[in-house]
């Protein structure tokens, strides 16, 4: 299933993902799973790698009764300078990611409770940072949540605007006291989760 994935997802080696091997997808399977994610939201990602991992985690705690159904929701408005995928294309035989064709700015509202989210849409640091601040705020209350942001290693190549994804998960987690890793696999992914007090 994870090879299947790998090669019919465009992009996905810039998420440290190729031939077998996983990459950054094991955390895009893993926190999913080992949270028990009943929500999870993606903002942009290379053709659907991200939410079809998070639909499997999904798919796996539901088969060992850990969850009810599963609910991920992948919202992009297929457009910007790094491609036009077609994701009806890309996610076909993955009916369950529920598609949302349209600016992450204009649907945050819709969402509420989110246990796992992934920012991969507009990459510059205004909208990275807006992305952080809506949806952040959309988090579920219990402190039991994960957000990941794609291309935190990725300069711009002089084609594209500047890539600001890294300054603005550094800026958005200290100035809401959250703990963030960056991991400098394919073109990086940082972590960001609550700060656990003791």
Same mark, same amino acid.
């Given at each position: 299933?994870?090879?299947?994935?790998?090669?019919?997802?465009?992009?996905?080696?810039?998420?440290?993902?190729?031939?077998?091997?996983?990459?950054?997808?094991?955390?895009?399977?893993?926190?999913?799973?080992?949270?028990?994610?009943?929500?999870?939201?993606?903002?942009?990602?290379?053709?659907?790698?991200?939410?079809?991992?998070?639909?499997?985690?999904?798919?796996?705690?539901?088969?060992?009764?850990?969850?009810?159904?599963?609910?991920?929701?992948?919202?992009?408005?297929?457009?910007?300078?790094?491609?036009?995928?077609?994701?009806?294309?890309?996610?076909?035989?993955?009916?369950? !990611?529920?598609? /949302?064709? +349209?600016?992450? &700015?204009?649907?945050? #509202?819709?969402?509420? $409770?989110?246990?796992?989210?992934? =920012?991969?849409?507009?990459?510059?640091?205004?909208?990275?940072?807006?992305?952080?601040?809506?949806?952040?705020?959309?988090?579920?209350?219990?402190?039991?949540?994960?957000?990941?942001?794609?291309?935190?290693?990725?300069?711009?190549?002089?084609?594209?605007?500047? !890539?600001?994804? /890294?300054? +603005?998960?550094? &800026?958005?987690?200290? #100035?809401?006291?959250? $703990?963030?890793?960056?991991?400098? =696999?394919?073109?990086?992914?940082?972590?960001?989760?609550?700060?656990?007090?003791?």
């Amino acid at each position: 299933m994870f090879d299947e994935i790998i090669k019919e997802s465009k992009w996905s080696e810039s998420h440290g993902a190729y031939n077998s091997y996983l990459g950054m997808g094991i955390f895009y399977y893993g926190i999913p799973y080992s949270i028990e994610a009943k929500n999870c939201v993606c903002l942009g990602s290379g053709a659907g790698f991200v939410p079809k991992l998070m639909l499997k985690a999904q798919q796996d705690l539901v088969k060992q009764y850990r969850i009810v159904h599963t609910n991920v929701s992948l919202i992009d408005a297929n457009v910007g300078p790094w491609g036009l995928p077609t994701y009806e294309g890309e996610i076909k035989g993955y009916e369950d !990611i529920k598609l /949302y064709q +349209a600016m992450t &700015d204009d649907v945050y #509202e819709r969402f509420s $409770d989110i246990d796992y989210l992934h =920012v991969d849409a507009d990459h510059s640091y205004d909208q990275v940072y807006r992305d952080l601040e809506h949806y952040g705020s959309r988090m579920n209350k219990h402190k039991k949540w994960a957000i990941t942001i794609h291309d935190t290693n990725n300069p711009s190549d002089g084609d594209h605007p500047p !890539i600001g994804s /890294y300054k +603005a998960a550094v &800026d958005w987690s200290s #100035e809401n006291n959250h $703990d963030m890793v960056n991991f400098p =696999v394919g073109c990086g992914t940082a972590l960001i989760m609550p700060k656990v007090g003791f």
